[in-house]
């Protein structure tokens, strides 16, 4: 079974500039060409557009993708690789989560000392402009 480009998008649900945009970065094979130069995909292209697009949704960066690819297309090596990958995002997602922690705070901080007044004494436009009397 063979799919266009259009066809793969759908079956992958990835959009047709991001599946040329992996195939130019070497995620995703080039395709077979048809004699009028169409691409033609087959059913492992959606299975790795499956792949890619998960380990986007996971925040993984193109760079672990292809190493995690690499280790996919390489069934006999040791998973720890694959671990120290997930273990880095992990960590950087959890990074993040504190970030956005420390967010909520100061903004929870600056709704609640809200006033009804003027712009010259908003408390929300004093703490964006770091203003010594929002602290």
Do not use: W
């Not at 259009?6 to 060409?33: C, H, M, N, W």
């Not at 997930?86 to 809200?114: F, G, N």
């Amino acid at each position: 079974m063979t799919l266009s480009i259009g066809q793969l998008a759908k079956a992958s649900d990835v959009k047709i500039p991001t599946i040329r945009f992996y195939e130019e970065i070497g995620l995703l094979p080039e395709p077979i060409r048809t004699a009028k130069d169409r691409r033609v995909y087959d059913k492992t292209a959606v299975r790795r557009l499956a792949f890619i697009r998960h380990a986007r949704q996971l925040g993984f960066s193109v760079e672990a993708i292809r190493n995690l690819l690499d280790l996919s297309d390489n069934p006999e090596r040791p998973c720890g690789e694959a671990n120290a990958l997930a273990s880095r995002q992990l960590d950087d997602v959890e990074a993040k989560i504190a970030q956005l922690e420390t967010l909520r705070v100061e903004l929870r901080r600056m709704v609640a000392a809200t006033c009804d007044g003027r712009a010259a004494d908003c408390r929300v436009i004093e703490a964006l402009a770091g203003s010594p009397a929002a602290a």
